[in-house]
Every structure is written in C-alpha cells, then in structure tokens.
C-alpha cells in the first residue's frame, strides 16, 4: 500500500496542478504533496530497514484489466533510491522561483516525474519497468524544452531521441529474456533471475542493457547529450537529471547487468572499465579547465558517476556497495551543488567563474556551506562521498591494481578543480558582480539543512545503510 | 449480420431523407443507427452463429472487430458536423457512402468464403473510390480518387485471379474446404494453389497498403478530404487486417512454410520504408499516410505470429491505431480550419492557444510512437512478446527500430505546438465547438490506456 502511494499520490497532485486550479497557489500545493509522499517513503524504508530480507510488496493483479501485472517491491536497494528521490524533490520544488513562467504545468511536471522515478525504482515486473523508465523521460523532456535557456528545443529534442535509442535497446533484451523464461512466460523480475542464461545469449544481453544505461548515466563515449542538457535546462531540470534521473541507469546496473550477465560482468568488465576510466579522466580533465560553472558541475557528475559504474562492475561486494552508497551521495550532493549554483547566478545574474570572486567574504554562511557540499564532493572523510569512495576504490584494488591506482588518481584530480573553482569564486578580490552578494535567507539556509544533514549523516555512520545493503549485494 | 442489416437500413433511410430534404435528420439518424447496430452486433457474442452455408461467420472474432469498425465510424461521424460546416449542397451520399463503405468493412471480417471475402472488399473499395473524389471542385481530390480507383480495381483483379486458381486447385470457395483441401495436400502443393495464394495475397497487401504495393497510400491520403482520409486509415486498414487474419487463420496455418518468410520480407520493408520516408513529410496528412503504410507493417506481424485464435493482439493493436488516428486527425483538421494548411508549421504555438487540443495531439503522437503508458505501447509490447516467443528476433529487432526512427517525426508537430512560437495571427474561423469532441477522445484514449487486459483478453 506504501509503494502505490508513493506513486498515486505525486501522480494525482500532478493531475491536478495540470487542470491549473490551483494557480499562484501551485508551488505551495506540490511541496506540502511531496512532503508527505517523503513521510510516507520514511515510514516505508523503516519497515524495510527493520526486516531488511523481505522488504514491502504489492501487487495488484491486474493482469485480466490491465494487460499487465502491477508487481511493486520496495527491497533494500529501491529504498536507498525511493528515499533519494522523495528526499531531493521537495528541495527542487522549493528551490524554485515563485514568478516562474507558467508554474502550475511546471510543478506538475516534476510531480509527474517523482511519480515515475519511484515506479522505476519499485517496479518488480520487467514491463513495469520500462513503462515508467520511459514515462520518465517525457516531463524532463517538456521541462528542459519549455523553461530551458538558449538552444533548449534542439538539445532536448536530442537528449530524448538518445535515451529512447538506448531504451529501445532495453526493450528488445527484456523481450528476448522474456521468451527464455519457463511457459507460460512471464515479465517478473524473480522469474528472470531464476533464468540459466547461456554465455552466448549473455553476451548481445549485456550490450543491450549497457547500451540503455550508458546513454542514461551517461558513461564516456556516450554522453555527449549530458553537458548540453545541464546546460540547457533550467536549474532545478538539471537537479532532477544528475540527482535522480541519472541513477536511473545505474541501479539498473545493479539490478540487471550484475545478476543477469553476471559471467560477462565478471569476465568482459577488463574491456569496459578502461573505457569508463578514461572517460572519468576525461572529465576531470575537462573540468579543470572550464569557465563555466555549470559546465564544470556536469563535467565534474560525469567524472563521479563514471567511478560509480566502475565500482559497480568491479564484481565484488565492496567495489557494489560503494557504488550503491556512492549514489546515493552523489543524488544528494550533485543537488547541493546545483543549489550553490542556482543561488550564485541568482544573486549575480552570471555563471562565467572568472566574473565571479570573493564571496567568501560578504556572504560568510554561504561560503561555510558551499565549502561543505565541495567537500563532501571530492570525499573527505567524514563526508558522505568517502565512504563511497574508499569502498569503490578497495574493490577496483581487489579486481584490478593498474586500474585502482589511475582511479585513485582522479580523485586527486577532483580536489584540483574543485579547489580551484572553490578558490576563484570564494576568494580573491570581489568583482563588480558580486560586490552586493548578500548571504543566505533563513529560507535559502533551510534548503540546505536536509543535504547537510545527510552528508554527515552518511559520512559518519554508514553502516546503517551498509548493513542493510549486504543482503541485497549477496 | 443484424449490425449489417441494421446500417443498411439506415444507409437507405439517409438516402430517402436526402431525397425528401429532410437534411436536419440525417445525423441524429446516423448516430442512433450506429449505436443501435454496436448493440446488436454485440447481442451475438458467444453464439458462433454461421449463415448463408457458412458464406458469414458471426463468432467473437467477428463481433469483436465489427464493434471496432462501427465505433471507429462513429467516432468519424462525431466530426462531420465540424468537418462539413461551410458546405451548401446536401450530404446524404456521402453519409450514405461511409455507411456501405462501413458494411463492407463488416462483411470482410466475417467472411467465411472467398466470394464473400471478394464481395466485401468491393464493397468497401468501391464506396471508398467515391469518397476519395467526393470535394469534386478539387483538383486533388479528383486525381486522389482516379489513382485509387485505377490501381484499386487493378489489385481487385489479381484477387479475383487468385480466387479463381484457389477454386480450380480446391474446386470450392468455401474456407474450411479448403483448409480440409490444404491438410490433405500439405507435401506437395499444386502450382496452381500456391499462384492462386499468391494472387489473393497481393490483393490484401494492397488493401492494408504494405510495401511493395504502398504507392497509392500517400497520394490517396493526402488528395482525399481529410475526413474520407479518416475513415480510410481507420476503418479500410482495420477491416483490410481483419480479413486477413481470418483467411490466413481459417485454412493456411498448416503451410505457414509458403507465406511466412515473404511476409516477414514484406513487414520488415513496410516497417522501414513507411518509418523512413515519414521522416522528411512536412506535411502532416501526408506524414499521417506514411506512418500508416509504417502500421500495417506493425499489424503485419499480428498475421505472421498468429497462432490458434490469438486475435487480441491485433484487435488490441486495432484499437490503439484507431482512436490515436481519429484523434491526431481531428487536431490536424483544426489546425487546417484555422490556418489554411497541412504543414507542420502551422502547428506553431498551438498548445498557448488551445492546450486541449495540444495535449490531444501530443498523446496521440506518443500512442502512436508506442512511448508508455500509453495504449501504444501496450499494443505494440503484446505484438512484439507474441511474436518474439515465435522465434521473430530479428523482425522485432527491426520492428523496434522503426519504432525508434518514429519517435522522431511524431514529435516535430508535438515540439511545433509547444516550443515554437505562434505566428500571431486570430484564428480564422471559430473552432472552440472542437473542444467537446477533442475531449471525448482525450477521455477515450487515457481511458483505453487504463485497461488494454481487457482488450486483448477479449476474443
């Protein structure tokens, strides 16, 4: 009853933003939604957290009405995202200006994506699955088009003609999995996992569902849509994208790739993992380098999602629940990010980092906290990310030593341009543009308390959520 | 065959009324007589009832597809008060002529002998030639119904070969004759049998419009009266599978080995070319006719995993393709009211002026590209597991492929109403009575997304 919920209820407030009733009001009515739909994930996750082997389920037969059967489970690793995500969109929709052009279709927008993240992160029948993984794509799609910046059509346009590629890929593998399984066949998650998939058969079913999740996390070569989407769309677009969005592809991972193709995982990952490192290095390298603030933050989520996926088919059990838990972080972070940069260019109406300088002192509490989420993004310890990390690094040492060292080696990379970007901005002499930055509103500093809290949180006692996962890695 | 009965008698009330110029009656008529016939069509289901020496078979599979065509024409109805609002002259024949074209379609799906396979299909084609030239001051509309009719009587004549060669191999046009004729003779296959399937095969791909005998599909499309266009797209295509089916179903299942692989050929060009060539329309009737020949590529492949009496998928798949149609038409023929033309870019801003009928579309668009949850997708996903659990890999492969390159063209009117700015202008003519009618068919296709199970599960 939780799950569908935590589904429903998003899904009917968007319904009823959409006939536009409620106006000026619509912001107010979304947040107070997602508040509760947050409350209500809280209490599902503890039943879950409670008796972590078997998890909430339900299911509506609904095979004779539907054509399909509506099979939710909210196991240990959907919660981590089910409570990702309802944790992160009351931020976003507060986050977002009240004189917002058309707000009421907006904020239906976001709610309608909340509603489908959550099916994708609970589905348990194959089906289900991709309907929602698909339904996602459309509100992102009309929010980066409609309240995007320059060339915001096209490189929307471009974005979903990507991921529908990548998802269609998706499609033909679940089709083929479903003739493999036994008669009468089925789409149910359990009845693929009890499948003996042959080698050979493994081989076009690991490419096809790599395929689906490389364009959506996106992994090097295949992220050519990623920086331009950031860029394109509006902030809080771009939140839903790199906070939530983008984990999309890498639960599937976990919840696909690894049980499923799990020879190949074990022996074709020495092919793939080059390639994913060197786009991380590629990255890095990029966001050295870059001008421009928000272009930097999506190169810098390219480079940290890359080191997620390369601890996630590492093949083991640490390099798996560090990436779990890395994602986890990164939702949290990447938002915290967004939010710095939502209210840099805000106050001073530009993104180019050489504009920008000596915040740090005219607005000492937003320094403090930027510092934080910065901090927690090139993983200290005591932050959320090192956890991650440490656990991702140690099974990439465990697999393969060359590849642990390059890794390991791009995190120094990310203290570089983090350091430096940290430097430019927050330091040094102010420039016309931020001679006036006031500092954070009690409301702007609330925002931040949930990410805060969560980065120690995390940082400090991880192993609330590592014990909790240990069942789902086995 | 009381649904028939019961158009025809409507169909000849319209022309009585016509004639007497009662014209205020004639739809009030047409609608009454049409939910009347969707009810006693509906009074037989279960029965399995065979008239005339089996010539007219009433089983589910009939019933099922006959409420379809009858609802679908309705739906066209439901538009021609919208359609037809400035014309002077009366309009009983061509009402009169939907209608036959109508029992036509009800005849094909229930054939159970190929002279009424023949009968209905020139009933449906004849009345549809007419309807095609029936804006008799336009050029277009004219030369629409000249090629139609030319390379329509053309594959009539193929057929009626095909049939005659099946009767000389057999020595009878009734179905299970022949399917006890196909049993016996199963190894070896006379030459004049297979020329005769051949021949009768090449009249039916012409009727769906599958690649090689597309070409008449844009042409028609686009000259006919948007409206006549409708109904063809929906009704001729629906009635033209349902035969189809029902005659490969009903006697050639046992040498699936003659026709299986050239029709896997045939669906794998119609899905591509259609897909393809959809992609550089820039208008969007013509776009329309291109991603309908892409559909019958679709529905193509209901026929080639067709297995027992597993119809749901293609009745689903029916559905699906009808109601996105009707509706994706009707928006086109607004913005076409309203602006003049058929091209994607009159579709600029439309969602700031009038968002029903831009959410109309768009979800019909996304139907129609198969994006979840829409009905789309659930028919396109049971054709795909149904044929896929037959070995298709590589036909669906392909099939999702063409899937993929639609997405694209559904939505340049999609990305036209909502992102590009409008040209500013007044709407010519009034079209806010659209609203009630879009409505329906909003509520219609959500409604038929909620409960595709019970669609399929039906026959």
């Not at chain 1, 279709?105 to 909340?114: G, N």
């Not at chain 2, 012409?206 to 005998?213: L, R, T």
Request: proline share 4%; hydrophobic share 55%.
């Amino acid at each position: 009853m939780i799950i569908v919920l935590l589904i429903i209820l998003p899904l009917i407030t968007s319904l009823f933003l959409f006939t536009g009733k409620a106006g000026q009001q619509s912001k107010t009515v979304a947040f107070v939604a997602s508040l509760i739909v947050f409350v209500i994930a809280m209490l599902g996750g503890y039943d879950v957290w409670a008796a972590p082997g078997t998890g909430l389920v339900a299911n509506l037969n609904l095979e004779q009405i539907m054509g399909l059967n509506i099979a939710l489970k909210m196991d240990a690793l959907s919660v981590l995202f089910v409570i990702l995500t309802t944790l992160l969109v009351p931020i976003i929709l507060a986050s977002t200006d009240r004189n917002k052009r058309r707000p009421a279709s907006f904020f239906a927008l976001i709610m309608l994506m909340q509603s489908a993240l959550v099916g994708v992160f609970t589905a348990s029948d194959m089906i289900l699955f991709y309907i929602f993984w698909e339904f996602a794509l459309l509100p992102i799609f009309f929010i980066t088009a409609r309240w995007g910046g320059e060339n915001s059509r096209r490189i929307s346009i471009k974005f979903l003609i990507y991921t529908v590629i990548g998802s269609f890929f998706m499609l033909v593998a679940i089709l083929y999995l479903y003739t493999l399984t036994p008669a009468p066949h089925s789409f149910s998650f359990d009845s693929f996992y009890q499948l003996h998939i042959p080698y050979a058969a493994q081989i076009p079913l690991f490419l096809a569902f790599f395929l689906a999740f490389a364009i959506k996390i996106p992994l090097f070569p295949f992220h050519s849509w990623q920086v331009e989407t950031y860029n394109a769309s509006p902030v809080q677009g771009s939140m839903l994208l790199a906070g939530i969005m983008l984990k999309m592809g890498l639960y599937g991972i976990v919840r696909f790739l690894i049980p499923l193709c799990h020879d190949v995982v074990a022996n074709g990952s020495l092919y793939v993992l080059p390639i994913i490192l060197f786009g991380v290095i590629y990255g890095a390298i990029i966001a050295i380098n870059q001008p421009n603030l928000k272009k930097l933050i999506a190169f810098a989520s390219l480079a940290h999602v890359g080191i997620i996926a390369l601890g996630l088919l590492s093949n083991n059990a640490y390099g798996i629940e560090g990436g779990i838990l890395q994602m986890f972080s990164h939702g949290v972070n990447i938002v915290g990010f967004f939010l710095c940069y939502y209210i840099i260019v805000k106050r001073t109406k530009t993104d180019n980092i050489s504009q920008l300088g000596g915040i740090a002192r005219v607005a000492p509490r937003f320094a403090t906290i930027f510092m934080i989420i910065l901090l927690a993004n090139v993983a200290l310890p005591l932050t959320n990310s090192f956890v991650g990390e440490f656990l991702i690094l140690l099974g990439l040492f465990t697999y393969n030593k060359v590849l642990a060292v390059i890794a390991g080696l791009t995190i120094i990379l990310g203290a570089v341009y983090m350091l430096k970007m940290y430097q430019r901005i927050m330091y040094g002499e102010k420039k016309p543009s931020t001679e006036n930055f006031s500092d954070l509103t009690l409301k702007e500093t609330l925002l931040f308390v949930p990410i805060i809290f969560s980065v120690f949180l995390v940082g400090i006692y991880p192993s609330f959520i590592l014990q909790m996962l240990q069942g789902v890695v086995k | 065959m009381y649904a028939i009965i019961t158009i025809s008698i409507v169909a000849i009330l319209i022309l009585f009324l016509g004639a007497i110029r009662q014209t205020k009656f004639l739809l009030p008529v047409i609608f009454v007589g049409l939910i009347a016939a969707f009810v006693v069509n509906l009074l037989g289901w279960n029965q399995n009832i065979h008239y005339i020496n089996e010539m007219y078979i009433n089983d589910n599979f009939t019933i099922a597809f006959n409420g379809i065509l009858i609802f679908s024409t309705l739906l066209v109805f439901m538009l021609v008060p919208l359609y037809y609002v400035s014309v002077k002259h009366t309009m009983e024949d061509t009402y009169a002529l939907i209608l036959f074209a109508l029992i036509g379609g009800l005849i094909m799906t229930a054939f159970g002998n190929l002279v009424m396979l023949f009968l209905g299909i020139e009933t449906l084609s004849l009345s549809l030639y007419l309807l095609a030239g029936s804006k008799k001051e336009d050029r277009y509309s004219n030369e629409a119904a000249m090629k139609y009719f030319l390379t329509g009587s053309i594959a009539s004549g193929f057929m009626l070969f095909g049939i005659a060669f099946l009767y000389g191999a057999c020595g009878s046009f009734n179905m299970g004759a022949i399917q006890t004729y196909v049993t016996q003779h199963q190894a070896a296959i006379p030459v004049m049998f297979t020329v005769g399937l051949i021949l009768i095969a090449v009249g039916l791909i012409f009727k769906i419009g599958a690649v090689p005998f597309h070409f008449w599909v844009p042409d028609v499309y686009q000259g006919s009266p948007t409206l006549i266009t409708t109904f063809m797209a929906t009704v001729g295509k629906i009635a033209a599978f349902a035969a189809f089916f029902r005659f490969v179903n009903a006697s050639f299942m046992s040498i699936d080995f003659l026709w299986k692989t050239p029709l896997v050929v045939i669906a794998i060009a119609t899905i591509l070319y259609g897909n393809l060539t959809a992609l550089y329309q820039n208008n969007t009737k013509r776009m329309m006719a291109y991603s309908a020949i892409a559909h019958a590529g679709y529905m193509l492949i209901a026929i080639i995993a067709i297995k027992g009496n597993d119809a749901g998928v293609l009745l689903l798949y029916a559905v699906a393709y009808s109601v996105a149609t009707i509706t994706a038409f009707t928006v086109i023929m607004m913005v076409r009211r309203k602006t003049g033309s058929f091209s994607i870019k009159s579709f600029n801003g439309l969602a700031k002026q009038y968002p029903l009928a831009a959410f109309a579309l768009t979800i019909a668009m996304l139907s129609l590209a198969g994006i979840p949850p829409l009905i789309g997708f659930s028919a396109k996903y049971n054709l795909f597991a149904t044929a896929i659990a037959q070995g298709q890999l590589m036909l669906i492969i392909i099939a999702i492929i063409g899937s993929m390159i639609s997405v694209y063209y559904y939505l340049r009117p999609v990305v036209a109403m909502y992102f590009r700015p409008t040209s500013n202008e007044e709407p010519l003519h009034p079209v806010s009575q659209y609203k009630m009618t879009i409505l329906v068919f909003v509520i219609l296709l959500l409604l038929a997304s909620i409960v595709p199970g019970l669609i399929i599960h039906l026959i």
